[in-house]
């Protein structure tokens, strides 16, 4: 039987890439007034104020990588989480993995959205292909390894409140009025560089895209959150502006990760080399770096 990959649902996957792959997908938790919502499970009432976010427990994901386990045959899992530094899921992992013995390995992607998606779905193409469990462990690390997250927020106050932008006092100190162009360093969401209108913003998010791919093939998502045209413009400048993309991706953000970003969020992540096992011809598109243990 393949190896079975695990992610959780900050990794924003398509249900037809997730069904197509099989991947597991455990969901991160938004707690609001007393109800406990889980991420792409539950139906979530808009316009929620004094949301907060928690990551999955260990017996959540015990719980999914036993049942993966078994549907492998006890061939194998490899579960590929949000950053340790972004949430407490990833402590959650080692300690449901530990309980379930060396069968069951755990990657710190170092990132979230597709920068967690990507590794996912590079390492369920080689475990669909055959690959034992390490080659799969292996190319979830060296995706996630390659993997570069940009991100573009309309306003600050919502990563201010999530405490997702540390303390840096030259972010913390300017206007909320402020288009920062932010980046994924080491696990931890800092700033990139500052503009002062959204035009230069998405335009500074696109030249550092760019940057990011270099000459190689490469693998780009667009995310947003209620923002679809800015993501489809973005996605159609870094298609001209980057030659060599393998495979590009156009998805919303989810609902944990939009509570941090806030609507009119636009990200992008690239994935220099590519994200596939040299047999992806056959995935639908979707619509929708790292540590390792």
């Known amino acids: 039987m393949p190896v079975v ?3 959780d649902s900050s990794a924003c996957l398509s249900p037809e890439l997730v069904d197509r792959l099989d991947i597991r997908v455990v969901p991160l938790h938004l707690l609001h007034d007393g109800h406990d919502y889980c991420d792409g499970v539950d139906e979530i009432p ?18 999914a990588y036993a049942a993966a386990l078994a549907d492998s045959g006890g061939d194998g899992v490899v579960a590929v989480h949000i950053s340790r530094q972004l949430s407490g899921t990833w402590e959650a ?8 013995g060396e069968k069951v390995r755990v990657v710190d992607s170092a990132s979230t959205g597709m920068g967690l998606g990507y590794p996912a779905l590079a390492a369920a193409r080689v475990a669909r292909a055959g690959g034992r469990l390490e080659a799969v462990y292996q190319k979830a690390v060296e995706v996630a390894a390659r993997g570069r997250t940009l991100v573009v927020v309309d306003r600050l106050d919502h990563l201010r ?3 997702r932008i540390g303390t840096a006092a030259a972010l913390l100190g300017t206007a909320l009025a402020m288009k920062p ?3 994924v360093v080491d696990g931890k969401l800092v700033l990139r560089e500052k503009t002062r209108t959204s035009t230069k913003a998405l335009a500074k998010l696109v030249d550092a895209a760019v940057e990011q791919a270099g000459s190689e093939p490469a693998a780009v998502a667009v995310q947003h959150l ?7 413009e973005v996605a159609a400048q870094l298609k ?6 393998t495979e590009t991706i156009v998805t919303g953000i989810g609902t944990v990760l939009g509570v941090h970003v806030g609507p009119g969020a636009v990200g992008v992540v690239v994935c220099p080399g590519g ?6 011809s056959e995935d639908p598109p979707g619509d929708s770096s790292t540590a390792s243990d």
């Open 46 to 63: 808009t316009g929620l104020s004094g949301v907060t976010t928690s990551g999955a427990s260990p017996g959540e994901l015990g719980d």
């Open 226 to 232: 209620d923002a679809p045209e800015r993501a489809e």
């Open 161 to 163: 409140r999530g405490g």
């Open 240 to 245: 001209e502006r980057i030659p060599t993309v």
């Open 275 to 280: 994200a596939d096992a040299g047999d992806s």
């Open 93 to 100: 992992a080692r300690q449901a993995a530990r309980a379930l």
């Open 181 to 183: 162009v932010l980046h």
């Open 5 to 7: 990959v695990v992610t």
